[in-house]
């Protein structure tokens, strides 16, 4: 059986590590370790006095990328750096990591293939589970009791809000008259039985209609967008002159948090914007890796 890091890609790899710049001896942050992809290209760039510290909040994510990159650091021997691994979410950055104090920051915003392929978290229609979607399964809040306990006004600005989704209204109606929903399935098949396929453009695949439901859901159970916006007013303090910030995003709404602050952080003197339009993923990228196809890097240097 393929082992969950063997089968998980990390996008944009090359240039995630081309923007970072990572130098010998550095102190680096992987803030959404998630399997340690990116992770593990830092770790063999660092050298014996660099550092990488790793955060993600999803515990089952965290113990397959402590064990990759406790790997990495055995093969290396003598040569490998320091690596601290934390268990909660990025947004907590600014209580572990010293001001100042880091060369790089690289946060990769999408959902991990672990968490997508694995029914039961949740995330996906692609194989029926139970309605979760919590990164950290030990938060409260479940999709599940977002769908059965939200009015039928609430989710719909909340589909439209986190999801984009111009048919809100209908699908919140469906949903409601099909409750109680539990499964990831049920769910599909509600959004799909009110509204039809959605396609990206001429020649694109169809798009399911319960794809920007669900998005929503799992933007709202995790707080994401929250989550993204604390990072970036985080980074300044922590990083030191001549630093970079990398962040990848899957969807408009990361992006668009990503451009508006490096933006107006631009303006104020705190960043040089490295990337004038978003890096994308190439064709033999995609081909390799759909997923990487919405991927948008955006880096930036601290002034």
Not at 96 to 125: N, T
Not at 231 to 255: C, G, T, Y
Request: glycine share 8%; aromatic share 4%; net charge positive.
């Amino acid at each position: 059986m393929t082992k969950p890091s063997e089968r998980h890609v990390p996008v944009l790899f090359n240039e995630a590590i081309d923007f970072l710049r990572v130098r010998p001896g550095g102190a680096y942050a992987d803030c959404t370790l998630g399997l340690a992809g990116h992770a593990e290209g830092i770790v063999r760039l660092l050298g014996p006095a660099g550092r990488l510290i790793g955060f993600d909040r999803d515990p089952e994510a965290l113990a397959l990328a402590k064990a990759r990159l406790d790997g990495i650091c055995g093969a290396l021997g003598s040569q490998a750096p320091q690596v601290t691994l934390i268990g909660e979410a990025f947004s907590s950055i600014g209580r572990h990591i010293e001001p100042g104090s880091l060369d790089g920051l690289l946060a990769d915003f999408g959902v991990s293939s672990m968490q997508l392929d694995e029914a039961q978290r949740g995330f996906s229609f692609q194989a029926d589970g139970p309605l979760d979607m919590r990164m950290d399964a030990r938060q409260g809040l479940t999709a599940a009791q977002v769908v059965n306990e939200a009015s039928e006004r609430e989710l719909a600005d909340l589909v439209y809000e986190y999801g984009e989704e111009r048919r809100s209204r209908t699908v919140a109606r469906a949903i409601v008259r099909g409750r109680p929903v539990t499964t990831t399935g049920q769910l599909a098949r509600i959004v799909a039985s009110a509204v039809p396929p959605m396609k990206k453009g001429r020649g694109a695949p169809q798009i399911h209609p319960a794809t920007r439901t669900f998005q929503a859901l799992r933007i709202y159970v995790n707080r994401e967008l929250d989550e993204i916006r604390a990072l970036l007013e985080a980074a300044p303090r922590l990083l030191k002159p001549s630093a970079r910030l990398v962040v990848i995003s899957f969807h408009s709404l990361e992006d668009r948090i990503a451009k508006d602050s490096l933006r107006e952080g631009a303006r104020q003197g705190i960043w040089k914007v490295l990337t004038k339009k978003p890096v994308t993923a190439g064709e033999q990228e995609i081909e390799r890796n759909p997923r990487s196809r919405s991927a948008k890097l955006r880096a930036a240097e601290r002034q």
